[in-house]
């Protein structure tokens, strides 16, 4: 079955910490995504990567940081650097135009 | 500077009529337009496309009209169904690979 998956649905953290969130796509895409979507507003695009091992800033990139050591994996850091991580973030990959999305994590910063 | 803009936060029709949504961009060299429906705490499904040589694409009940010259796409829903209550964000691109979002607009279909 090919697509994307996103890992875990639910995280929680507490303040100061770091972590982690998972995206692993078989679909054998290049390009690679992450956004973040907070209520009400629209897709927000963190970072993103064309290709293994590069990767580039996108308009929200401040206080997160990834690794594309992999073509199928593109993992998110939040770090305690970033002031508001409480979100829903969505990874999501593509071989041109169009963009296909994983489920999603809610991460809650308690 | 938002670049696409979907003016209508929200959208109430009425079950077997047709929807519309409508989506502005600013950037004339975007060439490749695209939909998304997204239902609460779901990633964002990609519905339909239209690329920048072409003014109208059509798949089963929706539609997707765009007006170069007056940097305008609309999506058509005929006749809407519940299920298509969700978010409706409409996309643009000019082939670097990026994605440039609206807002989202809000479709509640009424029984």
Redesign the interface.
């Known amino acids: 079955d090919g697509g994307?998956t996103?890992s875990p649905k639910y995280l929680f953290r507490k303040e100061g910490q770091n972590v982690t969130l998972s995206c692993e796509q078989n679909l054998n895409h290049d390009?690679m995504y992450w956004y973040r979507q907070d209520p009400?507003?629209?897709?927000r695009?963190i970072y993103?990567s064309?290709i293994v091992n590069d990767f580039q800033k996108g308009d929200i990139a401040e206080g997160y940081s990834v690794s594309r050591e992999k073509k199928e994996s593109f993992p998110l850091t939040v770090t305690s650097a970033q002031k508001n991580p409480t979100a829903?973030y969505?990874?999501?990959s593509?071989d041109?135009?169009?963009?296909?999305?994983?489920?999603?994590t809610?991460l809650t910063v308690l | 500077d938002q670049q696409v803009k979907q003016n209508s936060p929200s959208l109430s029709v009425q079950e077997g009529r047709i929807s519309i949504l409508n989506c502005d961009y600013t950037n004339s060299m975007f060439d490749y337009f695209l939909w998304y429906k997204k239902y609460p705490a779901e990633g964002p499904t990609f519905l339909i496309s239209i690329s920048s040589i072409k003014d109208k694409n059509e798949d089963g009940r929706f539609t997707v009209f765009l007006n170069k010259s007056a940097k305008h796409l609309s999506l058509h829903i005929v006749p809407s169904q519940p299920g298509d209550s969700a978010v409706y964000f409409c996309a643009a691109t000019d082939s670097n690979y990026q994605l440039i979002w609206g807002a989202g607009t809000k479709l509640i279909i009424k029984p």
């Open positions: 994307i996103q390009a009400g507003q629209g897709l695009l993103y064309q829903f969505l990874c999501a593509s041109r135009d169009t963009q296909y999305f994983g489920p999603g809610r």
